[in-house]
Nanobody, 123 residues
Framework: QVQLVESGGGLAQAGGSLRLSCAAS????????MGWFRQAEGKEREFVAH????????YYLDSVKGRFAISRDNAKNTVYLQMNDLKPEDTAVYYC????????????????WGKGTLVTVSS
């Protein structure tokens, strides 16, 4: 049974930092493209970042480029999202996701979801 368990969310001030973690079980993170999506209240879920299977190439939503960094620790079977220079518009529930697609920002192509962790950024 696949489980993706997120942690690290919470309250941050604008300009601050948080690091999200996604601990995976039942799958090997290097064999999936692992990513983060977010959903703000009243909005659709959107792609934030992912690290591709095998090669580990990274891709980002334009609005988080230069501020967020996704990484993967194969030994710990865990994926991280380092979020710096946080802005109030980053407030959302952040979901860890796994897909067998090499590159995809489409929520319909996600094979497994975590339950999410709330990030709130105050101004």
């Amino acid at each position: 049974q696949v489980q993706l368990v997120e942690s690290g969310g919470g309250l941050a001030q604008a300009g601050g930092s948080l690091r999200l973690s996604c601990a995976a079980s039942g799958l090997t993170v290097s064999s999936y493209t692992m990513g983060w999506f977010r959903q703000a209240e009243g909005k659709e879920r959107e792609f934030v970042a992912h690290v591709t299977k095998s090669a580990g190439n990274t891709y980002y939503l334009d609005s988080v480029k230069g501020r967020f960094a996704i990484s993967r620790d194969n030994a710990k079977n865990t994926v991280y999202l380092q979020m710096n220079d946080l802005k109030p518009e980053d407030t959302a529930v952040y979901y860890c996701a796994a897909t067998l697609w090499y590159i995809s920002t489409n929520t319909n192509n996600v094979d497994y979801w975590g339950k999410g962790t709330l990030v709130t950024v105050s101004s």
